[in-house]
């Protein structure tokens, strides 16, 4: 039973609480967050007279302080004709900066399971100098270089049903670039070359996002890898193209 002395005490529980809610504008905003993570993903399934389906996703996560940066990203890629598999990858990277006066020092570690691809099983290590070329609201370039190690294991073919794995000391250049198009769009271009004694990659990775609504994106990536030693009855250039739906935690 509601008594008068109930709706006394909601009264004044609500004007106390009162001020506190005037302190909060409507649309106040949390600090800036030295943590920062998006997570997107993308799925076509295909019914009837074709029997298809494909996932990607990709998971990025970042921690900025003022003397190091540390940036890890996951992505995955499968695809399946009825319910043979016919693509199915994943990568993992892992770099850490120190932050310099002007530049920074990092090291950096790449791994790639791909079971289809020319090579099954790829990892790098490399370590070096990058710093900011250009960086603004707007626009960032930024370039880094260094050596490093790489291991891979060919994807066996009738030819070599057993191949040798591969180990080669490389220097690793890379410019990473951004640009702001509008206040809800933005470009990213990646190109990392890697040139070592026995092979050399290009890999150029591009990705164009549209923020509709608060922290959710649209975004269409491109990877294109070029190698150019690769296994016999196997492609020098790969190509993965994704649409899909991204959210930002911050």
């Known amino acids: 039973m509601i008594t008068m002395k109930n709706i006394v005490t909601t009264c004044c529980l609500f004007l106390l609480s009162a001020p506190a809610w005037a302190l909060v504008p409507p649309d ?3 600090p800036p967050s030295s943590f920062n993570a998006e997570v997107e993903a993308g799925l076509q399934l295909n019914s009837g007279n074709n029997e298809t389906k494909n996932f ?3 998971t990025y996560l970042t921690y900025d302080s003022p003397s190091t940066k540390q940036e890890a990203t996951l992505k995955a890629y499968y695809a399946a004709d ?3 598999s016919t693509a199915e990858k994943y990568e993992l990277f892992l770099q850490s900066n120190y932050k310099l006066e002007r ?4 090291g950096r570690g790449e791994f790639t399971w791909n079971e289809f691809g020319s090579y099954t099983r790829i990892s790098t290590i490399s370590t070096g100098y990058g710093f900011d070329l250009i960086k ?7 370039l880094e270089a260094g050596p490093g190690y790489r291991y891979d294991q060919p994807q066996a073919s009738i030819a070599e049903p057993n191949p040798d794995e591969n180990r080669d000391v490389i220097l690793r250049s890379a410019a990473k670039y951004t640009v702001k198009l509008q206040e809800y769009t933005s470009f990213n271009a990646d190109v990392t070359a890697e040139t070592g004694l026995d092979n050399n990659t290009l890999t ?3 990705s164009y996002k549209n923020t509709f609504i608060q922290d959710w994106a649209f975004k269409i990536g491109m ?3 070029y190698t150019e030693v690769v296994p016999d009855e196997s492609k020098n250039t790969d190509t993965v193209t994704t649409f899909n739906l991204l959210y930002t935690f911050q």
């Open 103 to 106: 530049g920074y020092v990092f």
């Open 204 to 206: 150029l990775d591009m």
């Open 28 to 30: 106040y905003q949390e």
């Open 56 to 58: 990607n996703g990709r």
């Open 223 to 225: 990877n294109i890898k």
């Open 136 to 142: 603004n609201y707007k626009t960032k370039l930024s």
């Open 82 to 84: 009825g319910t043979e």
